[in-house]
């Protein structure tokens, strides 16, 4: 039991003082030395076209007709399905395998 608590104390302090050790670190932005990167000249790059431009390419590779439901919904079920499955078998396991024998070898 002590030694749970003193490696709990230890995780809280760590994490209780790391929020003071990453803002010690940081440079003041008022400092004459700090280098600015970024100018607001306006928009870098041209300007985009609307989606439903006739000269867009990106309105045929989108495919944004298609309102059916995607594939990733049909996944996500068989997906979810399949993990319970899972669990239940991992679970099965457990109670046969591993509560059996130490049920037997306890009454012995």
Known sequence: MRRSSALLLAALVGLLLLPGVALADTPDPMDG???LLAQDDGPAGPQPTPRDAEDNPARDLGDYGDR????????????AGLGFVG?????????FRVLGPQRDQAST
């Not at 059916?68 to 997906?79: D, I, V």
């Open 87 to 95: 669990l239940a078998l991992m679970l099965a396991f457990y109670r």
């Open 68 to 79: 059916e439901t995607p594939f990733t919904w049909f996944a996500a079920w068989l997906l």
């Open 33 to 35: 030395d700090t280098l």
